[in-house]
């Protein structure tokens, strides 16, 4: 096991709704970087996080937002949600914004109705 | 064209046989290279990194080609553990990682 861990496993959401997903990040890990993964395609880079900022940002709208807390866990907010949100939602940590490795988690799996 | 690129297979191995598949990338600024591991409905995990000079790991080699742009994962004696999907993943300057969409490895008694 990694040691980072997500949650909730499973979510079920109407359209239109927001949802908030969590991720503790491994221990001694400072960098949570988020990925959306659609069924049979790869993870897609969502952002990342670095010392409670921003670092970095992938093709995804503003409705697409997240905070790091002082502990480096993180969250992924995801408001006013459309079917096409429905996917694997990855968390990964990593010591550093360069990492050399990252660290996933389980993922939390949205489904939007 | 998407930035990283890899046959979906599925590749159907006899197991202890080998097998290769390949990962094109389109950014030739591309730093660093690796090839995960995804089984199905869990987390990927790093099989491991691929270096300019080619690199092994027990039964898996990796090998990098810059000019052509592509990176390549071989098997051999193939498990029937290792039926799993392989995602290439490919890294340019900064903190971002471009997964490709993966290559299904089917092993079969």
């Known amino acids: 096991e990694t040691g980072v861990t997500q949650s909730p496993t499973h979510l079920i959401k109407t359209r239109g709704q927001q949802v908030t997903l969590r991720c503790s990040s491994q221990?001694?890990?400072?960098?949570v970087s988020w990925y959306q993964q659609a069924l049979g395609q790869g993870p897609q880079f969502i952002f990342q996080?670095?010392?409670?900022?921003?670092?970095g940002r992938g093709n995804f709208p503003p409705r697409f937002s997240g905070l790091q807390f002082p502990n480096y866990s993180s969250e992924l907010n995801v408001n006013a949600l459309e079917l096409d949100d429905s996917a694997l939602y990855l968390c990964?940590?990593?010591?550093?914004?360069?990492?050399?490795?990252?660290?996933f988690g389980p993922g939390t799996r949205l489904t939007v109705t | 064209r998407k930035e990283v690129e890899q046959d979906p297979g599925p590749f159907n191995v006899p197991e202890g046989a080998t097998v290769a598949f390949n990962c094109t990338y389109s950014?030739?600024?591309?730093?660093?290279f690796f090839w995960y591991r995804q089984d199905c409905r869990k987390e990927p995990k790093l099989l491991m990194s691929?270096?300019?000079s080619g690199n092994e790991d027990g039964r898996f080699t990796a090998q990098l080609n810059r000019a052509s742009q592509y990176i390549s994962l071989l098997i051999r004696d193939s498990k029937l553990s290792d039926s799993a999907t392989y995602l290439c993943?490919?890294?340019?300057?900064?903190?971002?990682?471009?997964f490709g969409g993966g290559t299904r490895v089917l092993v079969k008694p």
């Open positions: 990964a940590s990593s010591l550093g914004t360069a990492p050399h490795e990252q660290y």
């Open positions: 221990s001694g890990h400072n960098t």
């Open positions: 996080y670095y010392r409670e900022e921003e670092n």
């Open positions: 950014n030739s600024a591309s730093q660093s």
């Open positions: 691929v270096y300019s």
């Open positions: 993943v490919v890294k340019a300057a900064g903190n971002k990682l471009t």
